[in-house]
């Protein structure tokens, strides 16, 4: 008999440069029950990213073809291109008895969220709005416009915090990663959507003009 309980499904999402990433990256290498679901894409590859690794970089085609046979658990369109989730990867992962993290946009959350109640959402939100540009301008992984069109999408993507059900704040990343695992033990109360503490920092960073 198989010792191996389903994995859950955890959705994080958050605007660029929230540190949404590293975050994501500390908490697969701090513990082995989790799995990262490589996403697909019709973006090109940035220097540095693998494929199969980073995300799965398929033709607009491809992914076309992938929708037609029901293959993704979500997908979207995002800063032009497309991204999605392979529903079949996600499921053999979570049958090991992995919890599987999916970091993608609040689309795909939405999605999730209809589609798998169980999923737990974080939405991760930078201490402040001047921050979140420093770290933009600082990654030089985008051209100047594109900076111009991120700062833009992130401030409205940052507007779909209260729709998730946790809410963290990185200030720094060893206390966003460990109230994260908090969060993986159901210990993250503090840290929930409804929270009026979580409520009145994030409307903060919303409207700080900083
Ligand atoms: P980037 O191109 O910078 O890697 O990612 C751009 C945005 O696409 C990020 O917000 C990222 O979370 C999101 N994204 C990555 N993979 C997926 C996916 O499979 N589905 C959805 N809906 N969004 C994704």
Known sequence: MSTNRRGGLIVIS???GAGKTTLVRKALNSRNDLAFSISYTTRRSRAREKDGVDYCFVTENEFQDMISRDEFLEYAQVFDHWYGTSRNSVEALRTRGKTVLLE?????????????PSAVSVF???????ELERRLRGRGTDTKE??????????TD???WPKFDYVLINKDIGTALTQFKSILDGQGDAHR??????????EQILTDNA
């Open 193 to 202: 959507v409804a929270s009026p503490t979580v409520r009145r920092k994030a």
């Open 146 to 155: 594109n900076i111009g069109r991120r700062l833009r999408d992130a401030l």
């Open 158 to 160: 940052m507007s779909q």
């Open 104 to 116: 993608i946009d609040w689309q795909g959350a939405a999605q999730i969220r209809q589609r798998e």
């Open 124 to 130: 991760i939100l930078p201490p402040s709005r001047a």
């Open 14 to 16: 958050a605007p660029s």
